[in-house]
């Protein structure tokens, strides 16, 4: 299994990066697709996620609005737009994948910073 993140990088507050994960390998079909960000100190939390199948969204509260999660069958590639960037968006984001109905996300790509300052 391979989760292979990019598009990471430096912005200044209110700009915008795309970051992509290409997938391959899943065990299983049926997955959901998630973006796990950890800022510098604080915990991972899931920023947004994804049903493999249906397309359907889900984002954190503090980035509704602002981030899109989606996913590129073809390519087996899941990205995410993050527009009007925060300095508090700062910090290491990852893919992950899980299976519809598992509790915690079992493939963990290697990370990408983020870095937004003001």
């Known amino acids: 299994v391979q989760l292979v993140e990019s598009g990471g990088g430096w912005v200044q507050a209110g700009g915008s990066l795309r970051l992509s994960c290409a997938v391959s390998?899943?065990?299983?079909?049926?997955?959901?697709m998630g973006w796990i960000g950890q800022a510098p100190g604080m915990e991972r939390e899931v920023v947004a996620r994804?049903?493999?199948?249906?397309?359907?969204?889900y984002y954190a509260d503090f980035v509704k609005g602002r981030f899109t999660i989606s996913r590129h069958n073809a390519k087996s590639t899941v990205y995410l737009q993050m527009n009007s960037l925060k300095p508090e968006d700062t910090g290491v984001y990852s893919c992950?994948?899980?299976?519809?109905?598992?509790?915690?996300?079992?493939?963990w790509g290697q990370g990408t910073q983020v870095t937004v300052s003001s």
């Open positions: 390998g899943l065990p299983f079909s049926n997955n959901v």
């Open positions: 994804i049903h493999w199948s249906t397309a359907t969204p």
């Open positions: 992950a994948a899980r299976s519809l109905f598992g509790q915690e996300y079992t493939y």
